[in-house]
């Protein structure tokens, strides 16, 4: 109980305590071991997260959300085809499961098949569109691999689709933006990149956006302004603990 407590109140390390003590007495039932996992993500240690999640697949294989939470390891350690594969043995066991076609998709990116990663994408949509409450995120992925194939248009509205699910949310604006530069649409490029830095002000890449846009419109102080705080917010990165996880939930 201690565990589920600390663990919603955000105190995850003293929620790994809590379970470790209890696991020590009688074996964690299988909620408890997949929070004590999740609480390992958010402590950074996917190690042993995935020693929890491997002993829950081995129970439980008939439940993929054990498997797709392996399959986010691989994903963060850039183990790509391992991730395809459990990502597919996920989808086998629940077709519907919108978030295992988007993290797929972003895995056949990396992986270099962009026209897989789109049917992926387009079919976490249409799953996606089904929810109570929809993700931004398929359709924000569907939007940077098709900015990555020259299909704006196409970008656009998924874009438009993403900021009506989530109108604050960052990338969204940040990816707007690009598309807006590479149309030479430069004013409504810095609108869109300046709402992407005021939604989360530690985002360096609007700001070297920012200063690259404003470089081409010669203004040489607002363009030298904007690459130094790139370069600040970069180094904050840099010295930063990596984060957890690089996917949303």
């Known amino acids: 109980m201690a565990g589920g407590v600390f663990f919603l109140d955000g105190k995850y390390l003293n929620s790994a305590i809590a379970w470790k ?6 074996p964690l039932d299988e909620r408890s071991r997949f929070t004590l996992a999740m609480a390992y993500i958010k402590l950074n240690r996917r190690d042993w997260a995935r020693t929890e999640l491997q002993k829950l697949v081995v ?3 008939e439940k993929p959300l054990y498997l797709y939470w392996l399959a986010r390891l691989d994903y963060d350690t850039q183990s790509y085809i391992t991730a395809i594969s ?3 043995r996920v989808i086998e066991i629940d077709p519907k ?4 076609y988007d993290t797929l998709g972003l895995c056949y990116e990396y992986v270099g098949k962009p026209e897989d990663a789109i049917k992926s994408y387009t079919q976490a949509i249409e799953l996606n569109r089904m929810q109570l409450k929809p ?3 398929p359709h924000l992925d569907l939007a940077v691999s098709l900015i990555g194939a020259n299909r704006l248009d196409d970008a656009k509205k998924n874009l438009d689709e993403a900021l009506r699910y989530d109108p604050k949310l960052p990338q969204a604006y940040y990816q707007l933006g690009r598309l807006l530069e590479m149309q030479g649409k430069f004013e409504v490029a810095i609108d869109a990149l300046t709402k992407a830095s005021e939604f989360d002000q530690q985002y360096p890449e609007p700001h070297l956006a920012m200063g690259r846009i404003y470089h081409r419109l010669g203004d040489r102080k607002k363009a030298e302004d904007e690459i130094a705080r790139f370069q600040q917010l970069k180094r904050a990165h840099e010295a930063a ?3 957890p996880t690089s996917l949303p939930n």
Do not use: G, H, N, V
């Not at 003590?21 to 009688?26: P, R, S």
């Not at 499961?97 to 295992?100: E, F, G, K, L, V």
């Open 21 to 26: 003590k209890a696991e020590a007495i009688a």
């Open 59 to 61: 129970t439980a294989p």
């Open 86 to 88: 459990r990502l597919q």
């Open 97 to 100: 499961m919108m978030r295992a």
């Open 135 to 137: 993700s931004p995120w």
């Open 241 to 243: 603990p990596e984060t």
